[in-house]
């Protein structure tokens, strides 16, 4: 993580936060089909129901603000970390507590709503739900192809940076080739080429999900779903083509002009037209969920199995996709054996991530350690990483600079505090890297499965761990 990308990803969720908050928090609450993830009904519009529901979304948008402004303000005091991998760690603790936090208000504001049904005498509609085969069958707006080629040409451009890291090709500037090992380039189309294979299945999955019923009229729903459809359809189309341009020029910006700057304009100028299609989308489905909010009498009260008014349980539907009732897009139902399956995967990598972020952040403020302990080296940080035996050690040296060292991280950490891991060390692969950036002193040990690249806390102890190692030899 560089230090440049933090504003790129604060820009990302600090607007993202504004246009989450306009979708769940409407002024205009009056002309939604749901309402805090209640079904909108005329009884909300009516008397002192009315100005219940208008407080409770003012409420909910005024926390809202008081939240960004905060998240925004706390985003500006992490530049004052020089530390770019804790300013990382902890921007994803803090985006991961606004993300819970925004959503507070709406979790209570639910069940106010189902507790006001109560008080206004609102009782269920059972009824008969309509098995409405047609809409289902029928609904399709998503041309695969148009999906599946930007994502195969992003992978087939991925592996041609793989060699260029690899040093198999040669092109660009001279001092785009100096790139050639440090694996950035990679890192950067690999980002971005995952965008675009994980937007293919999702893109499937909405065109293929059964059909929301809006009318007992089959041909009415299968204009509304299709309708949905296709402005989700062009938008997954928008943002595969997209993420490939932004690869391809991303990654030449870097080869020619030998710079990682280019890369990070065209990913800021990329985020800048997905949220500008991300509103176009959100206006959109708006326009089509109040229209037919208006034409279409059928009425169906599934309040009770939107659990907060956001996750879906309902063991007697079938779908395993079914639209958010903020109409922007789909869910799953988490009764359907599938839904459970992605859900408990879901969580996995949730706990997975959060995981490594708090060993992360521990390994950042742990101290590097070093010693020799019968007739063995030990690197030492929360565990013995390195054991390296005096038998196997066939050449070593002392170096007293490390900026002479062209290093790239191929698995590891790369900080501004620790360096560990697996390196490319001056055109050597396979190096094992354990060192203090601090510090200018290191110790090159060379055994006959690798070279070892450590350094201690200081240069005395260094220093002073060569000459022991030196002298039990």
Same mark, same amino acid.
């Given at each position: ?83 770019? #991998? ?8 803090? $985006? !991961? +507590? %606004?993300? /819970? @936090?925004?959503?507070?208000?709406? &979790? ?124 989700? #359809? ?8 997209? $993420? !490939? +341009? %932004?690869? /391809? @020029?991303?990654?030449?910006?870097? &080869? ?6 280019p890369g990070m304009i065209m990913l800021g100028v990329f985020l800048v037209l997905i949220f500008a299609m991300l509103f176009v989308l959100m206006r959109k489905l708006s326009v089509l969920s109040s229209r037919y909010a208006d034409e279409t009498p059928y009425d169906m009260d599934e309040d009770d199995n939107w659990l ?114 697996t390196f490319l060390v001056n055109g050597e692969k396979g190096c094992r890297v354990f060192m203090d950036p601090g510090q200018k002193e290191y110790i090159r040990i060379k055994t006959d499965s690798c070279t070892y690249y450590i350094n201690a806390s200081t240069a005395e102890e260094t220093r002073a761990l060569y000459e022991e190692i030196l002298s039990n030899r």
């Amino acid at each position: 993580m560089k230090m440049g990308f933090l504003p790129i990803l604060a820009g990302i969720m600090i607007p993202a936060l504004a246009i989450m908050v306009c979708v769940i928090y409407p002024k205009n609450w009056k002309k939604k089909r749901f309402v805090l993830g209640v079904k909108n009904r005329s009884e909300f519009r009516q008397g002192e129901a009315e100005a219940e529901v208008s407080g409770l979304l003012a409420r909910a948008r005024r926390f809202a603000v008081i939240l960004i402004v905060s998240y925004s303000a706390i985003n500006l005091l992490l530049f004052l970390l020089r530390n770019e #991998a804790k300013q990382f760690i902890i921007w994803y603790y803090l $985006t !991961l +507590a %606004a993300l /819970i @936090l925004v959503n507070v208000p709406y &979790w209570r504001g639910n069940g106010e709503l189902k507790a006001l049904k109560k008080r206004l005498g609102i009782e269920k509609k059972t009824g008969v739900k309509v098995v409405d085969v047609k809409s289902i069958t029928a609904s399709h707006a998503l041309n695969k192809a148009q999906m599946v080629i930007p994502a195969v040409l992003a992978v087939l451009f991925l592996g041609l940076t793989l060699l260029f890291e690899k040093g198999i090709l040669h092109f660009g500037s001279e001092a785009g080739r100096r790139y050639a090992g440090s694996y950035i380039v990679f890192e950067m189309v690999g980002a971005l080429t995952l965008i675009a294979v994980i937007l293919v299945p999702l893109a499937i999955m909405i065109d293929n999900a059964r059909s929301q019923i809006v009318s007992e009229n089959s041909g009415e729903n299968v204009n509304y779903n299709r309708a949905v459809k296709k402005v989700w #359809a062009d938008f997954s189309v928008f943002v595969s083509w997209s $993420t !490939l +341009a %932004a690869a /391809i @020029l991303g990654a030449a910006g870097v &080869w020619v002009l030998g710079s990682e700057i280019p890369g990070m304009i065209m990913l800021g100028v990329f985020l800048v037209l997905i949220f500008a299609m991300l509103f176009v989308l959100m206006r959109k489905l708006s326009v089509l969920s109040s229209r037919y909010a208006d034409e279409t009498p059928y009425d169906m009260d599934e309040d009770d199995n939107w659990l907060l008014g956001m996750f879906y349980y309902n063991p007697s539907d079938r779908r395993l996709n079914v639209s958010r009732r903020t109409d922007t897009g789909f869910t799953i139902n988490l009764a359907h054996p599938a839904g459970k399956v992605i859900t408990a995967i879901i969580a996995i990598m949730l706990a997975a991530v959060i995981t490594a972020m708090t060993i992360g952040i521990k390994t950042m403020d742990s101290p590097l350690q070093v010693r020799l302990s019968e007739g063995t080296v030990i690197c030492h940080q929360l565990k013995d990483e390195y054991k390296i035996d005096l038998d196997d050690i066939r050449e070593m040296e002392y170096g007293d600079d490390m900026s002479d060292l062209k290093k790239s991280k191929v698995a590891g950490y790369n900080t501004q505090s620790v360096l560990k891991g697996t390196f490319l060390v001056n055109g050597e692969k396979g190096c094992r890297v354990f060192m203090d950036p601090g510090q200018k002193e290191y110790i090159r040990i060379k055994t006959d499965s690798c070279t070892y690249y450590i350094n201690a806390s200081t240069a005395e102890e260094t220093r002073a761990l060569y000459e022991e190692i030196l002298s039990n030899r």
